[in-house]
């Protein structure tokens, strides 16, 4: 059973929209103590694969061929010339379509499972095949822990000398694609930026952090606001919650997270929050 990780972008400054469609991008993500679980099981003689879903976020998941998992299953066997067949079992404790990378970071476990022994930046190549954020998620199976990455994801530089850091994530009801905020990006803000933040996080006290963030936007989250105006409640109620040290919306939201200086505070929010708005998601977490 392999764990996939969520994501959290700490910062997200997006630079351009590429010839490709992608977006150029600079961003600070961690990885958090909050996954979906991959098991699987080849068999020899099985016809095709078969996807077992189950936990907490299983209603809005695709659960045959639109699904990233059995896509990244496709294309090794496709590159590779090889075939496969068996049962993956995917637990999902991720939300979707949260700004949060469930469904990458699954595809990446998918691709470690079956890439044991390819070397690791051929299957980082195929990953970025997926989707943007899946070569990131990859790192992680590996133990990476945080890291910035731009251009289109495929520059990442490890950071693992972050202080670790206790978060409250908190989602509003409803969803949204990337691409649908990203699209909403290019309407509202989409002009060129010509400077990249080209200075990376060090060694530095949960403080430091903080200060080097707050300077950092996510230019996303006017886009995501005008598309889900709840988000802004949610980013209100955060930074208004007892010992927030710092909030912000994670990647395309929606959803956002408070800094707290440990874990018992996030706790405490996450109670007081959860008796004042019953139906949001609430999500008492550290860093890895």
């Known amino acids: 059973m392999r764990d996939a990780c969520a994501k959290v972008n ?28 991959l098991e699987w ?21 695709p659960a045959g061929e639109k699904n990233l998992v ?12 090889v075939s496969l067949s068996g049962h993956v079992r995917l637990e999902k404790y991720i ?15 998918m691709l470690d499972a079956l890439g044991e022994g390819i070397v690791h ?18 790192r992680a199976q590996k133990g990476m822990r945080a890291c910035v990455i731009r251009g289109r994801g495929e520059d990442i530089r490890v950071f693992n000398n972050l202080p670790q850091i206790s978060l409250l994530l908190a989602k509003p009801p409803g969803m949204l694609s990337a691409g649908e905020v990203y699209r909403c990006w290019d309407k509202l803000d989409g002009n060129e930026k010509n400077i990249s933040d080209d200075t990376n996080p060090g060694s530095m006290t949960l403080g430091d952090l903080i200060s080097w963030c707050r300077v950092r936007e996510n230019n996303l989250e ?6 889900l105006p709840e988000i802004q409640n949610v980013l209100d109620a955060l930074e208004e919650s007892h ?45 890895r």
Not at 70 to 81: D, G, T
Not at 95 to 109: K, T
Not at 222 to 227: E, N, P
Not at 250 to 278: H, Q
């Open 121 to 138: 930046e051929e299957l980082e190549v195929l990953a970025s095949e997926l989707g943007a954020d899946v070569p990131v998620c990859l």
């Open 41 to 61: 099981n080849s068999q020899a003689n099985a016809a095709g694969f078969a996807l077992q879903l189950s936990g907490d976020f299983i209603d809005n998941t």
């Open 95 to 109: 939300p979707i379509a949260a700004g949060l990378g469930g469904g990458s970071s699954d595809a990446a476990a």
């Open 243 to 287: 010992d927030c040290l710092f909030s912000r919306m994670s990647g395309s939201g929606p959803t956002c997270f408070g800094i707290y200086e440990n874990f018992d505070a996030v706790e405490r929010a996450r109670v007081a929050l959860a008796r004042a708005y019953p139906d949001w998601w609430l999500y008492a977490t550290t860093t």
């Open 222 to 227: 006017k886009a995501a606001i005008s598309l």
């Open 10 to 37: 700490l910062t997200l400054r997006v630079l351009r929209k590429r010839a490709d469609g992608y977006h150029d991008i600079d961003s600070l993500i961690v990885f958090v103590n909050l996954a979906d679980r």
């Open 70 to 81: 059995i896509q990244a299953a496709r294309l090794f066997m496709q590159q590779y010339e």
